[in-house]
């Protein structure tokens, strides 16, 4: 199976955002895998982190992702509680990453290529260089939604 691979620069929202469509396998205890589309999003908006969407049947998954967590689980086991990431490697070469979704006693685990997924995180840091996404953070609207006095 080749993979699809969309990745893109683009002008919107009004913010710079880069998402990647690819195919993963969820895999849930005592079920068979499923392979199913996932996209993931990232932007200059939320600069701590990427949305990932599972789209399967008509039906569609979102989650909120740590980015940092994700690039540290293309190294190692990363995360606890609803979270968790981790490297596989695979005897044939092909390497994936697990993101475990939910509680231990109750999750799926995604699995994507770590051949397709490193590269696009490359890529999130071309918009938002590691180390300064605080300086992304809108504060003042922020203060003014906690505050109500957002116009």
């Known amino acids: 199976m080749y993979p699809f691979i969309s990745v893109s620069l683009r002008q919107t929202d009004p913010f710079p955002f880069t998402y990647l469509v690819h195919r993963a396998r969820l895999i849930s205890d005592g079920q068979p895998p499923v392979t199913m589309d996932v996209m993931f999003q990232y932007s200059v908006e939320q600069a701590f982190a990427i949305v990932m969407t599972l789209h399967a049947s008509g039906v569609e998954a979102q989650w909120n992702l740590s980015r940092e967590q994700i690039v540290m689980g293309l190294r190692w086991h990363d995360g606890w509680g609803d979270v968790v990431v981790w490297p596989v490697a695979r005897s044939r070469g092909d390497s994936v990453i697990c993101i475990r979704l939910g509680p231990a006693s109750n999750h799926v685990v995604v699995e994507?290529?770590?051949?397709?997924?490193?590269?696009?995180?490359?890529?999130t840091f071309r918009l938002i260089p590691h180390g300064s996404e605080a300086q992304y953070l809108r504060m003042d609207q922020v203060i003014d939604c906690i505050l109500g006095t957002e116009e």
């Open 112 to 123: 994507v290529s770590r051949t397709v997924l490193a590269p696009w995180l490359k890529e």
